[in-house]
Nanobody, 119 residues
């Protein structure tokens, strides 16, 4: 069973940086899936969950337009951990951030970690 756990959420000021981490376990077989991806989503109060960034096969990264140039996604060599480096944070980045592991077209969600950005 694939499990995903996020850490790193915190309360910060506008313009500061924060690093979120996501650890996937139980997904060794997923690394053989050409379409595997670890993704970050976020959901602000009263809003729908939205895609933030994703990383899959080496060199394949994706970003939402709202975070391009400010957020950087990376993955460790074991491919079990993905990090989201967030810089120049804005109040509109305030949300619960969720990690999702996509394996053989099945998505596995974490419980989320809260990020609050105050002005």
């Amino acid at each position: 069973q694939v499990q995903v756990a996020e850490t790193g959420g915190a309360s910060v000021q506008t313009g500061e940086s924060l690093r979120l981490s996501c650890v996937a376990s139980g997904w060794a077989d997923c690394k053989y899936d050409e379409g595997y991806e670890l993704e970050w989503y976020r959901q602000a109060p009263g809003k729908e969950r939205e895609f933030v960034s994703g990383i899959g096969r080496p060199g394949r990264t994706r970003y939402a337009d709202s975070v391009k140039g400010r957020f950087t996604i990376s993955q460790d060599k074991s491919k079990d951990t993905v990090s989201l480096e967030m810089s120049s944070l804005k109040p509109e980045d305030t949300a619960t951030y969720f990690c999702k592991a996509v394996c053989w077209s099945i998505g596995y969600w974490g419980q989320g970690t809260q990020v609050n950005v105050s002005s």
